[in-house]
């Protein structure tokens, strides 16, 4: 299977949106609800900013939100700070081949 | 609150088998829907999920790694194994722990292991 496909960089400035795509097949997010998006800081391991597509787990500020259309699954951070600098990956419940997961290829967000 | 951390060695040569161990708490892998698995990072590049073991010893495998891969459970000893054989250069990479919530998400609560092959 293929990872999930992601920009590989995305940037803006403090204060402003930016989203980041994810787009997957009919295998993993065009069929399930189970997307996550992960941030990672370097030297540090992922933390789930976002599950089950719109989902923040309890001290995920509200300037991160989630949708899905189709095989496209999108994170938005709305009011860019300069902490969201970070690589930022997606993860879908796949049914390719057997039940499991699949990952994105990352996206590195700067903060300008 | 959940944590986990694995361990394992950091070197390894080209051909020879990599076992991992993750040691867990915070949660019983006896309870329905729960996991536990692995996803590595290799230096600079995407995360990869590679294998998963359920509370009722049902086992998931990457299919293109599949044949490479065994994973284990000791409920008792709260840890899981992962053994990868024929390992390569490639496989080179930070070796995450992740416990898989019975609403499918996958939490890392490990800082991860670096496993680096090489002659």
């Known amino acids: 299977q293929s990872a999930l496909a992601q920009p590989a960089s995305v940037s803006g400035s403090p204060g402003q949106s930016i989203t980041i795509s994810c787009i997957g097949s009919s295998r993993d997010v065009g069929a399930y609800d189970h997307v996550s998006w992960y941030q990672q800081h370097p030297g540090k391991a992922p933390k789930v900013m976002i599950y089950?597509?719109?989902s923040r787990p309890s001290g995920v500020s509200n300037r991160f939100s989630g949708s899905k259309s189709g095989v496209t699954a999108s994170l938005t951070i709305s009011g860019l700070r300069a902490e969201d600098e970070a690589e930022y990956s997606c993860?879908?419940?796949?049914?390719?081949?057997?039940?499991?997961?699949?990952f994105g290829t990352g996206t590195k967000v700067t903060v300008l | 609150q959940i944590t986990l951390k694995e361990s394992g060695p950091t070197l390894v040569e080209p051909t020879q088998t990599l076992t991992l161990t993750c040691t867990f708490s915070g949660f019983s892998l006896t309870t329905s829907g729960v996991g536990v698995g692995w996803i590595r990072q290799p230096p600079g590049k995407a995360l990869e999920w590679l294998a998963l073991?359920?509370?009722?010893?049902?086992?998931r495998y990457s299919p293109s790694l599949r044949s490479r891969l065994t994973i284990t459970k000791d409920t008792s000893s709260k840890q899981v194994v992962l053994t990868m054989t024929n390992l390569d250069p490639v496989d080179t990479a930070t070796y995450y722990c992740v416990y898989r919530s019975p609403s499918y998400l996958l939490e890392f609560g490990g800082p991860g292991t670096l496993v680096t092959v090489s002659s």
């Open positions: 073991i359920f509370w009722d010893d049902d086992k």
């Open positions: 089950d597509v719109t």
């Open positions: 993860s879908s419940y796949s049914n390719f081949n057997t039940l499991n997961y699949v």
